[in-house]
């Protein structure tokens, strides 16, 4: 059986949980389409192949990134099985499951189950530290063996899930921690290079266009010199802010 495994992890917290769910299905071939790729042409792809696909994506203030969505609206699913995954950083993932479900279904994917999943927050990194940690592993690993069950049973994937969140979705919220470099930059051009959103042109490096930048921290966490950086007083009023709601440890969840 071959999987498809359809992911925007610009920090690499969402494949994490994604390699622990799926370690446990044990498919021959496992091939992965980089959503965070703005070179790629994703109409490219013929998914008729995969016997089932994961799609995971992380939620930025409570909905799909945006050119996560856009990008995934070129794929067609032809209507493989597929098990959706929303990472977040222990505040709310509000309407990323609903609004992932609705793009999946757009493009032609049967959605079998979903999960809302609990990663290491990245940009307050004091938030869900460590996670996914060894009792998500094993909840993942739990979801994981539901998920396969269900895989089997043809009957049982063609019943409608109820999953979390509201239509219309809430409003999407501008970027505001917008990294730049500091004297430690060697103009390198990883950073332009690597950037999800396009965001920071080859001729300019020091700065992100805050017009495109969707504050997804790969810059900062891929940068070989940490030159690139968001303002650490904005990020203490930001955490500060989302102590109470992320001081208490939430779980992962499955809708199956």
Known sequence: MKISQIIFSPTGGTQRVVDSLISEWNYDVTDKIDLSDPKTDFRVFNLQEYDIAVI???SFAGRVP???AERLAKLRGSQIPCVLVCVYGNRAYEDTLI???D???QSDFKVIAAISA?????IMHQYAAGRPDKQDKAQLKDFAEKIYQKMTDTAACDTTLKIPGNRPYKKAGGSTLIPKADAKCTGCGLCSNRCPAGAID??????SDSKKCISCMRCVAE???S????SSTMVSVAALAMKKVCSVRKENELYI
């Open 99 to 101: 609004e992932l479900n």
């Open 66 to 68: 945006s050119v996560a």
């Open 118 to 122: 609990v990663a290491e927050h990245s």
């Open 56 to 58: 995971a994506v992380p």
């Open 202 to 207: 080859t001729e300019n490096l020091k700065i």
């Open 227 to 230: 030159a690139r950086k968001v």
């Open 103 to 105: 793009l999946a279904e």
């Open 223 to 225: 940068c070989p010199q």
